[in-house]
């Protein structure tokens, strides 16, 4: 890795965020975003929210007949 190059910049960026006032739509998006293969599936997504923390928010969604993909989203 030459001096120039930082770790990081293999790092993909997603140009979207987690609003918590729009918690599905953005969500929804989200993970549209980094599972395109979904989109045939939208409307089978189904999200698991845990409100444990105080500010903290995570969603879990995944696709009900299958559900191998899970990704954690922190709002």
């Known amino acids: 890795m ?4 930082s770790p990081y910049d293999s790092l993909r960026h ?3 965020y987690y609003d918590n006032s729009d918690s599905q739509n953005s969500a929804l998006n989200l ?13 089978t997504i189904e999200f698991v929210r845990f409100t444990d ?3 903290n ?3 879990k969604p ?3 007949r299958n559900n191998t993909y899970p ?3 922190r709002g």
């Open 2 to 5: 030459s001096k120039s190059q």
């Open 14 to 16: 997603i140009p979207l």
């Open 31 to 43: 993970i549209l975003t980094l599972r395109p293969e979904w989109r045939e599936s939208k409307d």
């Open 53 to 55: 923390g105080i500010t």
């Open 57 to 59: 928010t995570v969603c």
């Open 62 to 64: 995944g696709l009900p």
């Open 71 to 73: 990704t954690w989203t």
